[in-house]
Nanobody, 116 residues
Framework: QVQLVESGGGLVQPGGSLRLSCKTSGIIFNVYALGWYRQAPGQQRELVARLSADGITIIGDSVKDRTTISRDDLRNTGYLQMNNLKPEDTGVYYC??????????WGQGTQVTVSS
């Protein structure tokens, strides 16, 4: 079975930080691209960050100055570090893995709420 399990979300005050984790199983993680997406209420899903198996990184413009994506292939785990969180960062954050556009898996998401 393929499983992606996000963790690390929660309630954080503006200006705070979170480190999200995506633990994968059932795939050869080191050949998959890793992506983080988020969806705010009433909004479309948007890309937060993407890191390919070849090390190519894409960071979404809205979070570019305060977001880092990383992966630990030995532990089959991806990470998303976000600093200086803002209320507009609130949403459900999803982990995604993709292989050549043929295999595409999603986690169930973890809620991030930025509020004072």
């Amino acid at each position: 079975q393929v499983q992606l399990v996000e963790s690390g979300g929660g309630l954080v005050q503006p200006g705070g930080s979170l480190r999200l984790s995506c633990k994968t199983s059932g795939i050869i993680f080191n050949v998959y691209a890793l992506g983080w997406y988020r969806q705010a209420p009433g909004q479309q899903r948007e890309l937060v960050a993407r890191l390919s198996a070849d090390g190519i990184t894409i960071i979404g413009d809205s979070v570019k100055d305060r977001t880092t994506i990383s992966r630990d292939d030995l532990r089959n785990t991806g990470y998303l570090q976000m600093n200086n969180l803002k209320p507009e960062d609130t949403g459900v954050y999803y982990c995604n893995t993709q292989l050549l556009g043929k295999l595409d898996y999603w986690g169930q998401g973890t809620q991030v709420t930025v509020s004072s």
